[in-house]
């Protein structure tokens, strides 16, 4: 079985409603070698598929346990792994873009104030910080102190993402690198035995400093970074740190944002992506059974519906009444007020979970 199966069959039957949830522990069950087991041969799907329940029950206590601090999002992210060939893609292009961001005239122009023209070492940012955030009050500036102060304690525990989330903050990363950090986190709070380990940083990490470094003629690093990431497949985070360090920003060729407010999903890809990842990523988002409803099921949803008042309760009895008259062949009636509700639920479940109060 080759991992893309394996993932196929986790994500149809492994039971997690919640993609952030299941995204983290398939991260998991790869860092603990079990989907390696299952590809080559050792492990089969029977114990698998146990061992992504038992830590599927662990991170749901863990996380039950902590709320994560930090701006609320009703926006979620999806990741679906590419073939190898895609991948082979996404490195080339990743190189290609960052040589022709390099001659942009906007990240030139910034190089060459603020930077003499070049780029900086990723142990010189912490420098870099420390000189451009000087016109910051002091009071402002003192929460920053613990985090710029001394040798850079982040490069100097060899944490170059910790540096990379003060300057362009952890919001700002890919939905697959969030599903990365979590997963350490969620780990390393398993060996120390404690669930009071946040699961997303605090500020500044949270949003970052980007917004806080400004060129001449005012215009921040967020702007730059900005302007960017609307050019090109990049993430805000990755694409600040391009302008300071010149590092070229790992490309998320397909998207999948979840909006659970608006009840929608918007899938983002670039044009050499295949069809066949493309149905796979879109298989991804139904754990379940995702058929279109049948004509009786979105008939009784409607009239239950457009029979009660704003805000009043259904009034079972009375509209299953009303219903078997207005549909007098047997096939259509509803034997009895229960069967009706139970149908008017199952297609507002199906129809409306994202808005059903």
């Given at each position: 079985?080759?991992?893309?199966?394996?993932?196929?069959?986790?994500?149809?039957?492994?039971?997690?409603?919640?993609?952030?949830?299941?995204?983290?522990?398939?991260?998991?069950?790869?860092?603990?070698?079990?989907?390696?087991?299952?590809?080559?041969?050792?492990?089969?799907?029977?114990?698998?598929?146990?061992?992504?329940?038992?830590?599927?029950?662990?991170?749901?206590?863990?996380?039950?346990?902590?709320?994560?601090?930090?701006?609320?999002?009703?926006?979620?992210?999806?990741?679906?792994?590419?073939?190898?060939?895609?991948?082979?893609?996404?490195?080339?292009?990743?190189?290609?873009?960052?040589?022709?961001?390099?001659?942009?005239?906007?990240?030139?122009?910034?190089?060459?104030?603020?930077?003499?023209?070049?780029?900086?070492?990723?142990?010189?940012?912490?420098?870099?910080?420390?000189?451009?955030?000087?016109?910051?009050?002091?009071?402002?500036?003192?929460?920053?102190?613990?985090?710029?102060?001394?040798?850079?304690?982040?490069?100097?525990?060899?944490?170059?993402?910790?540096?990379?989330?003060?300057?362009?903050?952890?919001?700002?990363?890919?939905?697959?690198?969030?599903?990365?950090?979590?997963?350490?986190?969620?780990?390393?709070?398993?060996?120390?035995?404690?669930?009071?380990?946040?699961?997303?940083?605090?500020?500044?990490?949270?949003?970052?400093?980007?917004?806080?470094?400004?060129?001449?003629?005012?215009?921040?690093?967020?702007?730059?970074?900005?302007?960017?990431?609307?050019?090109?497949?990049?993430?805000?985070?990755?694409?600040?740190?391009f302008v300071l360090t010149g590092e070229p920003p790992k490309l998320t060729p397909l998207k999948?944002?979840?909006?659970?407010?608006?009840?929608?999903?918007?899938?983002?890809?670039?044009?050499?992506?295949?069809?066949?990842?493309?149905?796979?990523?879109?298989?991804?988002?139904?754990?379940?059974?995702?058929?279109?409803?049948?004509?009786?099921?979105?008939?009784?949803?409607?009239?239950?519906?457009?029979?009660?008042?704003?805000?009043?309760?259904?009034?079972?009895?009375?509209?299953?009444?009303?219903?078997?008259?207005?549909?007098?062949?047997?096939?259509?009636?509803?034997?009895?007020?229960?069967?009706?509700?139970?149908?008017?639920?199952r297609a507002e479940e199906r129809l409306a979970s994202p808005w059903v109060i």
């Amino acid at each position: 079985m080759t991992e893309a199966e394996l993932r196929a069959k986790y994500d149809r039957e492994v039971s997690l409603a919640d993609e952030r949830l299941r995204e983290l522990v398939w991260k998991i069950l790869k860092e603990t070698n079990y989907v390696d087991d299952v590809c080559a041969g050792p492990s089969g799907w029977a114990e698998f598929k146990e061992e992504a329940d038992r830590w599927a029950d662990q991170v749901r206590q863990s996380l039950g346990n902590v709320k994560p601090p930090g701006r609320a999002s009703n926006l979620r992210y999806t990741n679906v792994s590419l073939t190898d060939l895609e991948a082979e893609h996404a490195a080339a292009l990743a190189s290609y873009l960052t040589r022709q961001a390099a001659c942009l005239p906007e990240v030139r122009t910034f190089r060459d104030e603020k930077l003499r023209g070049s780029t900086l070492e990723p142990e010189q940012v912490v420098a870099f910080l420390r000189r451009e955030l000087t016109h910051l009050r002091l009071k402002e500036y003192a929460d920053l102190r613990g985090d710029l102060g001394g040798d850079a304690p982040n490069l100097a525990l060899g944490k170059e993402d910790d540096l990379k989330d003060l300057l362009g903050g952890w919001a700002n990363r890919s939905g697959e690198s969030q599903v990365e950090y979590e997963s350490a986190v969620f780990l390393e709070a398993l060996e120390a035995d404690s669930t009071g380990i946040p699961m997303r940083p605090e500020q500044p990490y949270m949003n970052g400093l980007m917004h806080l470094i400004r060129d001449e003629a005012g215009k921040t690093l967020e702007n730059f970074g900005s302007q960017l990431v609307s050019r090109y497949p990049w993430t805000l985070r990755d694409a600040v740190w391009f302008v300071l360090t010149g590092e070229p920003p790992k490309l998320t060729p397909l998207k999948i944002q979840g909006n659970d407010l608006a009840g929608t999903h918007t899938l983002t890809f670039l044009t050499w992506i295949s069809e066949k990842t493309i149905r796979r990523a879109y298989h991804s988002l139904h754990v379940g059974d995702n058929r279109p409803l049948g004509h009786k099921s979105l008939s009784a949803f409607r009239f239950v519906d457009e029979h009660t008042k704003p805000g009043q309760t259904p009034k079972w009895a009375e509209l299953t009444r009303r219903w078997n008259k207005d549909h007098p062949n047997p096939k259509d009636k509803f034997t009895d007020r229960s069967a009706l509700q139970r149908a008017y639920k199952r297609a507002e479940e199906r129809l409306a979970s994202p808005w059903v109060i």
